[in-house]
């Protein structure tokens, strides 16, 4: 690549204002304080740390798709919610999707760290 062009690029990115990325979670910690819980629980279906992370990946992947897409307020308002405890890119995934009713099947099947736990489909 071209060096100019890289500028460019390197300065586009020091640009972006901080909200505009999808905030950066500890899912690993997250998840294993979640199977942890469901062992205290002794949930009849709890949550391998796998599904998990998976779950958590998969929700910030759909995060990375979306964010912009939403206001400042929504998207703060959904972080500090989602941070209450243990972080979840389920929960913030969620926060954002009922916001405007856009909770999909795909999303509404991730369980991941969520605090609102549902039984697995």
């Known amino acids: ?31 294993r304080a979640s ?3 469901d062992k205290a ?3 009849s279906l709890p949550q391998s ?4 992370l998976s779950d958590e990946n998969s929700a910030r992947e ?3 798709r979306i964010w912009s897409s939403y206001s400042t307020a929504v998207r703060t308002q959904c972080e500090a919610e989602a941070t209450i405890g243990e972080a979840s890119y389920v929960d913030l995934l969620t ?3 009922m916001t405007d ?8 099947a991730l369980r991941g760290a969520s605090k609102k736990k549902k039984a697995p489909n």
């Open 95 to 97: 926060c954002l999707q």
């Open 1 to 31: 690549m071209h060096p100019v062009i890289m500028a460019m690029a390197a300065a586009t990115q020091l640009l972006t204002p901080i909200s505009d990325a999808v905030p950066k979670f500890n899912v690993e910690a997250t998840c």
């Open 101 to 108: 009713g856009s909770v999909t099947t795909s999303a509404a």
């Open 35 to 37: 199977v942890e819980a």
């Open 62 to 64: 759909q995060l990375s």
């Open 41 to 43: 629980m002794n949930l």
């Open 49 to 52: 740390l796998d599904k998990c």
